[in-house]
């Protein structure tokens, strides 16, 4: 079975704009242990508030665990590699600088992925003027952010959780209630930064 192999992390912090609060974005070099040569990578496992960082912090806590996360130096079921990557994942919390600009670590952020004959793929085009960009890869399209900043990425995972959650919504029996996914999306994204809410509009919503 493949683990993924965790080198390093880092973290960033900075504070929503709209409601004042302190946000960390957790950056993981990552390789995976069935591909030789090795190839790390940095990428984002989440930007959110601190205790729901630490909530994916304990998550990877219980995967080194079990074997599915490996970490330079763990043993499958050490009885104390849980509290040694804790401590190790709090210090890189609490030493995390404040940052403004984009992330130095991340050049491109990929917020959500479709079929181009998805129904509602017009949607994503919508956030094109908002700095987006659309690339395909394989038969899939992607929305992506190039350089983030702490709070671009932020918002992007709200995008992708405000997204899955409408997902689930609007299956009635396995599935998918097109027309009431696209209200959802507009209808229920009031958390949302309201350009970033816009976007969903298809003028049958309530506002």
Not at 100 to 116: G, K, L, R, Y
Not at 162 to 170: I, P, S
Request: net charge neutral; proline share 5%.
């Amino acid at each position: 079975m493949s683990s993924t192999l965790l080198r390093s992390m880092k973290a960033y912090k900075s504070k929503e704009p709209r409601w004042g609060e302190e946000i960390y974005a957790l950056i993981v070099n990552t390789a995976e242990s069935n591909i030789e040569p090795l190839h790390y990578e940095h990428w984002v496992i989440t930007c959110n508030k601190k205790w729901l960082v630490m909530k994916t912090i304990c998550e990877m806590a219980g995967n080194l665990y079990s074997g599915v996360l490996k970490w330079p130096g763990a043993q499958w079921r050490d009885e104390e590699i849980c509290s040694k990557f804790l401590r190790y994942a709090e210090n890189v919390i609490r030493n995390a600088p404040t940052r403004a600009e984009s992330i130095p670590e991340i050049t491109s952020h990929s917020v959500i992925n479709w079929n181009p004959d998805d129904p509602t793929a017009d949607i994503w085009r919508k956030f094109i003027p908002l700095g987006y960009l659309i690339e395909k890869k394989w038969d899939r399209e992607y929305l992506v952010k190039k350089h983030p900043t702490m709070i671009d990425l932020y918002y992007n995972f709200q995008i992708r959780e405000h997204y899955e959650n409408c997902l689930r919504y609007a299956r009635e029996k396995g599935n998918l209630d097109i027309d009431k996914f696209r209200r959802y999306l507009y209808e229920s994204g009031y958390m949302l930064p309201d350009e970033i809410r816009q976007t969903f509009k298809t003028g049958t919503e309530k506002s």
